[in-house]
C-alpha cells in the first residue's frame, strides 16, 4: 500500500479473518470501507504456539505500527490458536461479543470470541461464522434472518431481534468429501469433479429429500452407476446433490424472516438450484462490516 | 473331514457363501444339516476371472466330485464374481429365486440371483442377504417379518406372505468406518476401538433419533470432545451409537411381523441395546437353511 493511502485512512483500524488454513487482513476506514486487503495461506495450522504475533505482523505490520485497534475473528481464538477466547452463550448480539472480547494486546489488538449453543443438552459451537451473520444482518438492513454458511462444516444460524438465538453444524462438505474420496461410491467416480451438472444435482437433491436419511440415500450413487442410469461425470455433481439436499431437508425452512447464503458465489448457486429459487448471497464483505460492527460496538475508532 | 462322515451324509449336497472378502462352504443333508464347514479368505475380489471354479474345487473338490448339487449365494454372482446372475425382481418368493439359478455347471452347480428393488425409480439391490431372509423365515416358522442385516451395507428386508416384497440399504457400517478413520472425528479417538461402553453407545443412538440428520448428529462427536465431556475411549462406542441410532430412525418400526437381526452376536447385542428390548438374532445357520430352502424348491437332493 502507498503511503498516500495510509493517510487517505485517517486512523482507520484493522480487521482480520483468521481461519484454519487462511489468514485474510484488510484496512477499514471508521466507516468500515475496505481501503485494502492482503491474506497468506498462514491459517491457524501452519502457526505454532507463540509465532501469532510475528505472522500478524509480518502480513500486516505497517498497519498495526500506526497504533490502529486490531479485531481478530475466527479460529485464532480456538485452544489451537493465538489465545483461547471463551465461547459466548446464545443467545448473544453483537454487544455481547463486544463485552466479551479477548484482549492479547490491550486496547489494540482483540479475538472475537465464537458463540455456544445447546441441543439436548450437546454442546454446538462456531468460530468466525457469528461475526459473518452480525455483517449480514448489517449489510441487509435487517434484525431477522435465517442464514447458512456453507462449507466443511455448514453452520445455519437463526437471527430474532439481532441476536443470534440459536444455530446448528452441518457436516455437510466433510462428508461429501468422505463419500467423494474414501468410500465405495469413489470407484464409480474420476478424480477431478469437472463442472457442476445441474440436472444431477437437483436429481441428487429431490432422492435425498424424498429418502429422508443420507445413510440410505447414498446408496443410490452406488446402483446408479451400476445401473449404468447416471454418466460417470455426472456422479460428483449427483452426490453434492445428495448432501445438500440431506442438510436442507432438516434445516431449511421458508420462512418470513428471509435466508441468505453466506460464501462463495459456486456454492451460493447450488442452494439456488436446491431450493428452486432465487437465494440472497453474501460474501468476504459480511466478514467486515461484521468486524465494523463490533468496533463500533466498542466505541471505535 | 473323515470318509466316514462323507458317506454318512449319502449323496447330501454343498451350500457356498461367496462373499466380497470371503468364502465359505457347507456339506449339507437332505434335511439341511450342516455336517461339515470349511472357509477359506478367497472372497471374489482375491479371485480372478476364470479362476472361480479352481478356487472352489480347491476348497471342497472332494465334496463335489462325488457329483453332488452346488447352490452358491452371495457376491459370487455380481459382474466382478463367477458369472452375472440377473437380479430377481421383489417382491420375490423363494420359489422365484429358484426359477431363476444362473447354473454355471447345469444340474450341478449353480448361482442364486439376488434381488433388486425400486424407492423412487431408484434400484436397490442386494446379492446373499435375500438367501439369508428366506433361512430364517424357516428357522424361525414364520411367513411374515422384518430383518436387518448390518454391515457395511445394512439391509433391511421386508417379508409379507413368505415374499420378499422390499428392502433397503443403510450405508451404516462404511460411513461408521468413514468417520472413525478419516474424519476430523477420528482425531480425538485411539486407534483401537476397544470394548463397547454401552452407555455412550446409547446416548449416541438417543443423540442421532433426536437430531434426525447425521450431518448435525455427528458433529456432537466433537464438540463432546472439545468440551472433555466423554472420555476419549468411550468415542468409538459413541461414534457407533449415532448411526445406528440414525439408520433406525429411518429403518425400524414396532411391527406385530416381528423383527430380526441377521448377523454378528456382537452387532445384534448393538440392535438390542439401540431398542432397548430383546431382539431375536440368527447367525450363520440362516445361511444355509436359506439355501436347503432353495434346494427344496428345485427337489433336490
Known sequence: MTQRKVEAAGNGWVGVDWGTSSLRAALLD???????????????LSVAAGEFPAVLRELCGDWLAAGRLCLISGMAGSRQG???APYCECPASRDDLARQLAWVDPGRIAIVPGLVCHHGGVPDVMRGEEVQV???MELLGVHDLVAVLPGTHSKWVEVHHGRIVSFATAMTGEFYALLRRHSILARTMDEDDGSLDEAAFVQGVKHAQRTGNLLQSAFSARTLALFERMPRAAMPSYLSGLVIGE?????????????????APELAQRYTLALDASVRCLGAEATWRGLASIAQSIGKP
Chains 1, 2 share one sequence.
Request: hydrophobic share 45%; aromatic share 10%.
Open 82 to 84: 493465538w489465545l483461547e
Open 30 to 44: 471508521g466507516a468500515g470501507r475496505v481501503l485494502e486487503q492482503r491474506q497468506s495461506a498462514r491459517g491457524i
Open 247 to 263: 442438510e436442507l431437508r432438516s434445516h431449511y425452512v421458508a420462512d418470513a424472516r428471509g435466508f441468505v447464503v453466506i460464501g
Open 134 to 136: 452480525f455483517g449480514a
